[in-house]
Each structure stands twice: as C-alpha cells, then as structure tokens.
C-alpha cells in the first residue's frame, strides 16, 4: 500500500517568509510525527499527534514553529518568518501502534536563503 | 534524563569484516530499543527491535541492562551495508510516549 507521502520534496525561501510542509501519513495509523534532521546532525523531534488527543509540542524550537493535523489524516507543519538555522529536512513519520515501528516519509528539505 | 547516545558519528570497516555500532542509553524503567536505518537516497525505515530478537540482513542487537547498551553487529560485513544508523529508544518521557533518537553513525564498508 502507499506509505507516508511529503510535499514538497524541496523547498527554497527567503529568510523572512512563511513556509507549509505537508504530510500525508499511512491511512489508519493514528499516531504523526514530525522530525528535523540538519545537515550531518540526527533526528530531532518537533511534535506528536496521537489520535485526538492533545498534540505533545515539547519539541518545537520557537513559536515560529506549529503543527495542525486533520483527524487522523494529513498533517501541516507551518514556520513562520523563516530563519537561516531553519534550513534542514524535515521528516514525517506516522504509527498505527503509538510510537513503536514509526513509518517515514522521504522529507521535504527546506532551504533559506 | 532519557537519552540515546550513539558515541561515533562515523564508522569504516572492509568488507568481511566484523561491525559494530555502539549504543548507549540512559533511562529509568523498561525501555524499547530499536535500530533505524537509511539508505541512500532511500527514506528512513526500521531494521530491528530488541523485543522481536530476530536477525535481520544479518544485524543482531541485544539488550544489556547492565552495561545499558543496545550494539548493533553483524559477523561480516557487506558493501551494501553502507547506510546511516540510528539507535532509538521508546518509553514514557516527562508524562508521554516517545521516541529518542540517537545523533545516528554513518557506516562505511570499503571493498
């Protein structure tokens, strides 16, 4: 079946601007999350959708930084006013079993210039 | 505080030779550790999970409470081993579920 889907796949802005990064997670999987990998660093965690519970935001970096999820389907992740240090791939990754076996989609890289 | 620690970032073995990925982990309960890895050019996916203990392309991890490390190591090692590793650590953290990742060692397998 299909997996976790991304989009864009590359993503070029200009310091300053707002930016969206979709993710459309595996269908029946209830658990999202999103991941920020820069550039020769490992997976950093951003936020966790989990069902309708309350999303677990603890990771995110600043307020320019939210995450909206509809139901138990697609997923934006929105920074705002980006930043050069913003520049990384961010990875999607969904569950059907909480946080155990998490899916990846391919990431969106962003880049700012 | 729960962490994952992967102590090297890159990692060069021949090929046919033995490989090990160090992990280390710190957490106050019943963790569980699984192996990530990525291909390149290919999207992240899951090797292998302590609890399943099974052998997967030739990798084993075991858990060893004591020592509180979960090495990931394959007897001989294949040029298509070449990838990205994670250690990654699941449990409940400050009141939730998560998932820590290690920083990840790059493995190089030279012919």
């Known amino acids: 079946g299909a997996g976790v889907s991304q989009s864009p796949s590359n993503k070029v802005t200009e310091k300053g601007k707002d930016v969206e990064l979709r993710c459309d997670p595996i269908s029946g999987h209830t658990a999202l999350y999103w991941y920020r990998q820069r550039l020769g660093q490992g997976l950093e965690f951003l936020i966790y959708?989990?069902?309708?519970?309350?999303?677990?935001k603890s990771g995110l970096p600043s307020d320019r930084f939210s995450a909206e999820r509809t139901g138990e389907s697609v997923s934006t992740l929105t920074i705002q006013r980006t930043q050069q240090e913003d520049s990384a791939v961010y990875l999607c990754?969904?569950?059907?079993?909480?946080?155990?076996?998490?899916?990846f989609g391919p990431g969106t890289r962003l880049t700012v210039l | 505080a729960q962490r994952v620690t992967q102590p090297e970032k890159l990692l060069s073995v021949f090929k046919g030779a033995p490989v090990e990925l160090k992990c280390n982990y710190s957490?106050?309960?019943?963790?569980?550790l699984f192996w990530y890895v990525q291909y390149s050019r290919q999207r992240l996916q899951l090797l292998l999970r302590h609890i399943s203990r099974e052998s997967i392309k030739g990798f084993t991890a075991d858990l060893n409470k004591g020592e509180t490390s979960f090495h990931l190591k394959k007897p001989f090692a294949q040029e298509e081993d070449s990838a990205m590793y994670y250690c990654?650590?699941?449990?409940?953290?400050?009141?939730?579920?998560?998932?820590?990742f290690g920083q990840g060692t790059r493995l190089t397998i030279n012919p």
């Open positions: 990754a969904s569950s059907s079993e909480g946080l155990y076996t998490q899916y």
């Open positions: 990654a650590l699941a449990g409940i953290i400050q009141g939730a579920q998560k998932l820590v």
């Open positions: 959708f989990q069902g309708n519970s309350a999303p677990d």
């Open positions: 957490y106050s309960g019943s963790p569980e």
